[in-house]
């Protein structure tokens, strides 16, 4: 978890989006083991962290998809973190979504 979280700030001052693809890869692989189920506050952040990564693809590349996945990730994350009374992680998501979806054409 902590690598794609690095991988994407990394990635956020690279002119290009390799890193940014290589932190998408690592939160995919450690959702391998973080599941919904076994561990869902893992899961939830994972999923924040991909949302976060997807609006940075989106950012650089201005493809709109990048938005799409972001909102969706973000939401399955909100919902966990609302679930577990993470009231933190719940604003932050809440305030990222907002940014989100403000940035949506």
């Not at 959702?31 to 962290?49: G, V």
């Not at 969706?72 to 909100?78: G, K, M, Q």
Request: net charge negative; aromatic share 8%.
């Amino acid at each position: 978890m902590n690598l794609g979280d690095a991988l994407r700030s990394l990635g956020e001052c690279e002119a290009g989006t390799t890193l940014l693809e290589q932190a998408l890869i690592t939160c995919d692989a450690a959702l391998l083991f973080f599941t919904r189920d076994s561990y869902p506050m893992p899961w939830a952040q994972l999923h924040h962290n991909r949302g976060i990564v997807h609006k940075a693809l989106f950012q650089k590349t201005a493809d709109t998809a990048h938005l799409d996945r972001a909102a969706t990730d973000i939401r399955a994350a909100l919902t966990v973190f609302d679930q577990n009374g993470a009231s933190f992680y719940v604003g932050m998501a809440e305030e990222d979504l907002a940014h989100i979806t403000s940035r949506r054409p």
